[in-house]
Structure formats: structure tokens, C-alpha cells
């Protein structure tokens, strides 16, 4: 038996997510502030991740339970992101720039640490998928906040890599990219005025050319992502270029 954890299964990709390994036969749990109608083997955790006090026992309480069901593999996908207000920093309210770089950086950190240390005794496989963005590489007007939160996961997943080489059972990591995906992220960032965003007229252009990928696509591409042995631990990959 396989165990996934997906934190924003409710929604956009992190849904289309956890249809697709509930389909591959995996036990898979959602953690998002939605509750979703569970259906044996789908079990939705009702949890807001930026508010760490209450997350953090939830989630050691979680993996606990994996582990008494003596899993083949556990896999944690922190998919749960948000924009935050797009604008400029300085008109962005501060307590909505603690609440994203919270849900985006900081709970990521703390969900991989609980997930490094709880599970260090585990045998079987463990892997964690970071979702990323090509944002992390980018300097968007208007996007300060995700693109630096995405870029510091990015080098955070490279650095747990490297520290888990040495581990007696090491931890398998990737961020991944998944490209431009029509979601509610996607509705967000096109109602965003030209000062907000400078570039809300090229992604208002995605849409109308149907040019974005559906969250099912997508999740099969992760899907392929995740389970292709050949990937070292570490690496950034875009399910563009796979
Ligand atoms: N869409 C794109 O084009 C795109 C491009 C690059 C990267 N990404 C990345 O892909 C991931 C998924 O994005 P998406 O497009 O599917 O976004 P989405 O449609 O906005 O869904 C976001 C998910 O995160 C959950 N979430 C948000 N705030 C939360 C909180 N405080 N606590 C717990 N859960 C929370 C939401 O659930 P609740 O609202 O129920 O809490 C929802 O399930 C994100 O990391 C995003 O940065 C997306």
C-alpha cells in the first residue's frame, strides 16, 4: 500500500491530483481549509497551513498514523500556494505578504521537517514533490512575493537533497514545475488591473487561446514525474521539458 499527502487537494491542481492517485490506488489525504466528501481511500483534513500552531500537531498526527499502517511508500506533494494580493509591494497589506510567504515557504519547511524527522525510522520509500513555478525564476511586476517565496523553495528542496544523501534512508526531493494551468490562480491573475500587474493582458491572451493546460494533464505529467526512478533527488524539473 502507498500513502500520499497533499496539502490543497480541494481545488485547481492539487484536485486533479488527488483523483489521479486515487485512481493509481493510493491511500491519499488533502490538507486545505476546504473539506472535501471523503470517499474511502480519500481522507480531507480541514486546515488552514499558514496558521503553523494548529498545523503542525495536525500534521505530526498524520504522519504518526502512516506509519502504523506500515506503507510500502509515503509521499508528501506541498502543492498548497497562493498569489497573495498581486500589486506592489508597498500596496500589498502586510499581514497578507506573512500570510502568503507563510503558506508558500515556511509551512513547505516545516511539513518537510516534521516529515524528515518523524518518518527517519521508516523503511520503506519516502518522497517529497515540491510544487514550484517558473515564477521562481522570473521578476514579475506585481508577483514580489510569489516569485520569492517559489525561488527560496526551490533552493530549499536543493539543499534538503543534498542532506539527505547522507542519510541512512534518505528522503527523495524535487520541486516541479508545472507549467501555466487554467485554475482559480489563473481567474485570480486575470482581474488584476495594468498597475497591479503589468503583464495581465498576455495572460488574459493565454486564456483566449486556449493556450493553458487542464489540472488533469497536468497531474499525469507530475504522476510520471514522481514515479520515474531516473530522476536524481535535487533536481528542478518542468513538466514543460519532460
Ligand atoms: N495555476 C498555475 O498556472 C500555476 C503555475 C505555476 C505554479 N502553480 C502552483 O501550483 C500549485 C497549485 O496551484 P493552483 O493553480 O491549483 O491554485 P488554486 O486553484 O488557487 O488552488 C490552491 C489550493 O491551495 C489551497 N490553499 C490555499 N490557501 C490555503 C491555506 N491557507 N491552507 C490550506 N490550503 C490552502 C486551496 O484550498 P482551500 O482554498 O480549500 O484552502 C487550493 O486547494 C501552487 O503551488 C501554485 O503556486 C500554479
Redesign the pocket.
Known sequence: MNIIII?????????ALVEKYMKQGYEVYS????PQKETNPFFSIE????NLTKTIPVFRNLLEKCIEKNPNSITLIN????LGKIDTLGKIPLENIE?SVT??YTSPLILCSLFVSILSGFKGTKKIRN?????ANGSYHGWSV?CST?SALDSFSKTLAVEERSSASPVHVLSI?????D????E?IRTSTESEFSEVQRFKDLKKNDE?SS?QEIAESIYLIDTNNQIESGEIVDVRNF
Open positions: 496539502t490543497g487537494g480541494s481545488k485547481g491542481l492539487g484536485k490538507l486545505a481549509r476546504t486546515i488552514d497551513l499558514s502543492n498548497a500556494g497562493t500570510s503558506l508558500n510544487i514550484s513555478s517558473g515564477a510569489y517559489k514545475y508545472p507549467g501555466i494551468i485554475t482559480g490562480m489563473q485570480q493553458l489540472p
